[in-house]
């Protein structure tokens, strides 16, 4: 046989596209034609591929000319995964494997010279893709945890390529490979107990994290904002199967490890120092940035105006729709971005305005110009602005202890699931529901409508303030809102006074 089709896959993001690796051998002056949109790492897999046929004593057809075809011709080819197929297209069109062994099977893996696998990134969307194809998988050992994590697949790990080749050939065959235990998801360490005081700030986290609402934390230095925040993944429900997939497969693409914080709710907390692209995603090869890396879990940005603005501005229209689609000349790539952000901030350049423990030494217009960074759009999209205020020593100092995370979490789980009877939740349900949903009586939509005009709030300001107060309502276990909830959820929106402008 001349002709052999090998079946691979690309990674192009998230998804995983069938790669058919056709190798013809024909008569002709001797050589090698790589052909298919490969990029550079692809094209040198003719060196590879050839050093480790040689080294490991398989032959290699020196005198026929060889073309390779990677189909489709106008997918792009990256990376060194295609090793494996290559060499296994050249053994079959040389006669060397019967080609009816690689029936129902995928394989990927990058080859050392003398013949060893090397694992590759981007395994798990590889595998649920098979998985879904009906096919099992031939690959690398050091990435068989990462694809048995697909579930009821066929994984057939090896270390070498004669050991592919005996498994082949049914001589040495290949043990299928199960994870030796199901990966547990670790509970976070950290708890709500340990915060002090601050309870309208520990009821804005509660609010945020049954309605998945943004939340920004304004305060001097020292206040206990990034303590908050980094308990609001505890307070979170625990990550599905499907979810749990989903967040490994982007640290997959990604090449982080999986099984060390599989089923957590991601925290990511990007320096402010962070570029556009390391923030939403991008490079001359598309890659997640940290909002897709927060999905399913929390963004946390810290000293939210010494970030650029041009890097907060970029985050806009993921916040609204849960993705981010990037485009480049010669790639497109789409990610999953669904997260909380969660940011803090000071109300000055020196943190202390409105401290009543030190004075703020800031001009006018540096307080202007520092909280201008900030633009109206972007806090448009934050639900709930939240003052934390310097603790009096008498609370700093108390033993008396509040809630813990569990207790909240059960409040968080009981209200998640009135919102997902309707569809969604509250953040992220359409307008025409949130509107059905709240009904809102005659004279409350009045002295709304009075409310709004006086605070000069938009539209999408408006209809934050509603999905604010229908998770209020929520939490308290009522079918809509009331007058109380509506003026809760306003109340978590005055930045003016909560930044005190001047």
């Keep these: 046989m001349t002709l052999a089709i090998i079946k691979s896959r690309a990674s192009l993001g998230l998804e995983a596209p069938e790669v058919l690796v056709e190798v013809h051998l024909a008569n002709g ?19 590879r591929v050839r050093s480790a046929l040689v080294n490991a004593g398989l032959e290699f057809p020196t005198t026929r ?57 981007g395994v798990l969307p590889v595998a649920l893709a098979a998985k879904r194809a009906g096919r099992g998988l031939i690959l690398p050992r050091a990435n068989a945890d990462e694809a ?3 579930g009821d697949i066929t994984v057939l790990p090896a270390d070498h390529l004669l050991e592919v080749v005996a498994h082949l050939l049914n001589e ?29 700030a520990r009821r804005a986290l509660e609010v945020a994290a049954s309605g998945g609402h943004n939340l920004l934390f304004a305060g001097p230095p020292g206040t206990g904002k990034t303590m908050l925040a980094s308990r609001l993944p505890g307070i979170l429900p625990a990550l599905t199967e499907d979810e749990a997939l989903e967040v ?26 962070a570029s556009a692209a390391a923030l939403v995603g991008g490079g001359s090869k598309p890659r997640p940035g940290e909002i897709s890396l927060a999905h399913q879990g929390v963004l946390f940005l810290d000293e939210l105006p010494e970030f650029s603005r041009s890097v907060l501005e970029v985050m806009r229209e993921p916040m609204e729709s849960g993705q981010i689609h990037i485009a480049r000349a010669s ?23 409105g401290d009543p423990r030190q004075p703020c030494h800031c001009t006018a217009s540096q307080i202007q110009r520092y909280q201008g960074r900030l633009s109206g759009p972007l806090l448009d999209r934050i639900d709930l ?13 108390s033993r008396a202890a509040g809630e813990s995370s569990a207790d909240v979490r059960a409040r968080v789980v009981a209200a998640r699931e009135r919102q997902y009877a309707r569809g969604a939740l509250n953040a992220h349900l359409p307008g025409r529901e949130l509107e059905a949903a709240c009904a809102l009586e005659s004279q409350d939509r009045a002295w709304l409508a009075q409310v709004l005009e006086r605070l000069n709030l938009s539209a999408r300001a408006y209809h934050r303030v509603l999905r604010v107060a229908l998770t209020l309502a929520d939490l308290a276990g009522e079918s809509r809102p ?10 978590y929106r005055q930045l003016d006074r909560l930044l005190k402008r001047q």
């Excluded at 060194?80 to 009816?100: N, Y």
């Excluded at 693409?253 to 320096?271: K, S």
């Excluded at 009331?482 to 109340?491: F, H, P, V």
Aim: hydrophobic share 40%.
């Design 482 to 491: 009331g007058r109380a909830q509506l003026m809760e959820a306003i109340g």
């Design 65 to 121: 000319r060889i073309t390779l075809n990677l189909a489709p011709a106008d997918l792009p080819k990256e990376g060194g995964r295609f090793d494996l197929p290559i060499a296994l297209g050249i053994l079959v069109a040389s006669g060397q494997i019967p080609p009816e062994r690689l029936e129902g099977l995928e394989c990927l893996g990058e080859l050392a010279l003398d013949g060893k696998l090397r694992q590759v990134p």
């Design 385 to 397: 602005q939240i003052e934390v205020p310097a603790l009096p020593p008498e609370q700093l100092t």
């Design 148 to 150: 048995a994590l697909a």
């Design 331 to 353: 790639h497109q790539r789409s990610y999953p971005a669904r997260f909380q952000l969660v940011a803090a901030m000071n109300p000055c350049p020196c943190g202390h305005l």
């Design 29 to 47: 002056l001797p050589g090698l034609t790589l052909v298919g949109l490969p990029e550079t790492a692809v094209k040198e897999s003719r060196e």
């Design 172 to 200: 040495t065959l290949i043990t299928p490979h199960r994870l030796e235990r199901l990966p547990t998801s670790l509970p976070t360490t950290m708890d709500l107990l340990e915060v002090r005081g601050q309870h309208q």
């Design 248 to 273: 490994a497969a982007i640290r997959s693409v990604c090449g982080l490890p999986l099984q060390e914080q599989w089923g957590q709710r991601p925290f990511r907390a990007p320096h402010h120092t």
